[in-house]
């Protein structure tokens, strides 16, 4: 099947031009993949970007179920005749998908056209599983042999990642209409809708801000208990993913939690020293 990914190389070069220009981040470290298990990366965050953006940026309900018809469309053998799709075939013949997940996607999508801030942890859980830890099981297959042993640990890594997302953009999401911040918790530490109107980086956005941080940290650390079951050429990319991420929660308290500014952004010499550290891990990781 390898051919195939010769075939459609223009397609997957598509897909990389993506994930370049709209993450930095995940271009950084997947692209340390050799190239087939890169390329269908790329393909797969192309997906997740079109329908994130289509919501997001395009504010298009209809573009989002338009795609939706497109994936029902792909999981009945008619590819639909646009990059995205071409490469994701090749995807799929080559790896065991789960398309559920890609639906899952969608779903989280559909959650942010129709927006209610989540009232408790459980519903922000959700939440997060839907648009990020679906994400994570996508790209599963494509990095471990044993996949399906180690799903709970693929939607940790997805939630912490999307927790973090929640947490870097708190400012950008207040002037959009959305507060992701589980409304229980913001009112078990006293922080109300009006000091985020006010931009107030007090005691009360700190506390809220530190209980979200201590949940996303502690599932990046249960989730890379998967590691031993990623594939020995795939470690040390989706190791850099979740460290590089991790570490936007490190900037954001060096700021002293200014979230309502520019966004914090991990800096590429960090990333290069992230690198030694990763290489260490990788190295002591024992097989099972």
Not at 141 to 168: F, M, V, Y
Not at 169 to 193: Q, S, W
Not at 252 to 261: E, G
């Amino acid at each position: 099947m390898i051919h195939q990914f010769e075939i459609h190389q223009k397609d997957f070069l598509y897909c990389e031009e993506i994930i370049k220009k709209a993450s930095k981040t995940f271009y950084a470290a997947f692209s340390q993949l050799p190239e087939q298990q890169a390329w269908s990366i790329y393909a797969v965050y192309a997906f997740c970007r079109e329908a994130d953006d289509l919501i997001d940026e395009a504010h298009d309900i209809e573009g989002l179920y338009r795609l939706e018809a497109e994936l029902k469309d792909f999981e009945a053998n008619k590819v639909p005749d646009r990059p995205l799709w071409r490469a994701l075939s090749v995807v799929f013949l080559n790896y065991d998908m789960d398309i559920q997940a890609f639906y899952d996607m969608l779903a989280g999508q559909k959650q942010d056209a129709d927006f209610k801030q989540p009232q408790t942890q459980a519903e922000l859980s959700q939440y997060a599983y839907n648009v990020a830890g679906s994400v994570g099981l996508m790209l599963l297959p494509i990095l471990s042999d044993n996949w399906r042993e180690i799903i709970p640990q693929g939607k940790k890594l997805g939630e912490a990642l999307q927790i973090t997302n929640i947490l870097r953009d708190i400012g950008e999401d207040y002037e959009n209409g959305r507060i992701y911040l589980p409304a229980a918790v913001m009112k078990r530490y006293g922080l109300t809708e009006e000091m985020l109107a006010a931009k107030i980086i007090g005691a009360e956005l700190i506390s809220v801000w530190e209980d979200q941080a201590a949940i996303a940290e502690k599932l990046y650390v249960d989730s890379l208990k998967m590691m031993p079951n990623i594939n020995p050429e795939a470690r040390s990319a989706l190791l850099a993913a979740s460290y590089y991420y991790r570490e936007i929660l490190v900037v954001v308290r060096n700021s002293h939690y200014q979230v309502f500014s520019e966004k914090p952004k991990v800096s590429h010499l960090r990333k290069l020293s992230l690198l030694a550290k990763i290489h260490q891990e990788v190295t002591e990781i024992v097989e099972y």
